[in-house]
């Protein structure tokens, strides 16, 4: 088969066999047009108001998933804000702003550094030999056995 410079074969055409098929099984008809778009969002803390509304998730600190880690930030903020709010015991507006402003302030430097560096996963030399360890859930990330999955 011919190779075409610069398509998804040709880009994957270093990848074992069992990551590369999925992408020789789409083919040109099976790709997706427009193509998905992804967005990098970053904050600093205080360029969020701190109230009695907050985010978490996507909303704060949406990124590119070349790093596999927007949804465990999203998690995270989430069990990090129930955490707060089951400690609050108070109806105090301004307890209640500083509660969630210092899970704001952590959630959105957590959440910033991530897209940042998921917006750059793919570029040198941060990709291939050079990259940077992952940390999912505070651990390094690791190969599983094999498991076959039937569909
Ligand atoms: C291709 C791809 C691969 C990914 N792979 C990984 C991965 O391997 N690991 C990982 O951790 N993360 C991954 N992610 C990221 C992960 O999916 C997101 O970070 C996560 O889903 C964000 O969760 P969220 O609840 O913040 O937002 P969302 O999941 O986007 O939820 C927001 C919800 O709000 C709804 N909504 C929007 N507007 C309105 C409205 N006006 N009214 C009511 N509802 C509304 C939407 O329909 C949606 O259901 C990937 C993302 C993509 C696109």
Same mark, same amino acid.
């Not at 040109?28 to 990098?40: D, L, N, R």
């Not at 790093?67 to 709010?85: N, S």
């Not at 402003?101 to 990709?127: C, F, H, N, T, V």
């Given at each position: 088969?011919?190779?075409?410079?610069?398509?998804?074969?040709?880009?994957?055409?270093?990848?074992?066999?069992?990551?590369?098929?999925?992408?020789?099984?789409?083919?040109?008809?099976?790709?997706?047009?427009?193509?998905?778009?992804?967005?990098?969002?970053?904050?600093?803390?205080?360029?969020?108001?701190?109230?009695?509304?907050?985010?978490?998730?996507?909303?704060?600190?949406?990124?590119?998933?070349? /790093? !596999?880690?927007?949804?465990?930030?999203?998690?995270?903020? #989430? *069990?990090?804000?129930?955490?707060?709010? $089951?400690?609050?015991?108070?109806?105090?507006?301004?307890?209640?702003?500083?509660?969630?402003?210092?899970?704001?302030?952590?959630?959105?430097? /957590? !959440?910033?550094?991530?897209?940042?560096?998921?917006?750059? #996963? *793919?570029?040198?030399?941060?990709?291939? $030999?050079?990259?940077?360890?992952?940390?999912?859930?505070?651990?390094?990330?690791?190969?599983?056995?094999?498991?076959?999955?039937?569909?």
């Amino acid at each position: 088969m011919k190779v075409i410079p610069g398509t998804a074969i040709d880009k994957t055409k270093h990848l074992p066999p069992k990551l590369r098929s999925i992408v020789e099984k789409t083919g040109p008809q099976g790709m997706k047009h427009p193509p998905i778009h992804f967005w990098t969002l970053t904050m600093d803390p205080e360029m969020l108001p701190k109230s009695r509304i907050t985010l978490l998730g996507d909303a704060a600190h949406c990124m590119p998933s070349f /790093r !596999g880690e927007g949804g465990f930030h999203a998690l995270l903020d #989430a *069990l990090k804000l129930g955490k707060a709010l $089951a400690r609050l015991r108070t109806n105090d507006t301004q307890v209640i702003k500083k509660v969630l402003g210092d899970y704001q302030d952590e959630m959105i430097e /957590r !959440g910033s550094k991530a897209s940042a560096w998921s917006s750059i #996963a *793919l570029d040198e030399p941060w990709s291939g $030999a050079n990259a940077g360890p992952s940390i999912v859930w505070g651990l390094p990330v690791v190969h599983l056995p094999e498991e076959k999955v039937t569909l």
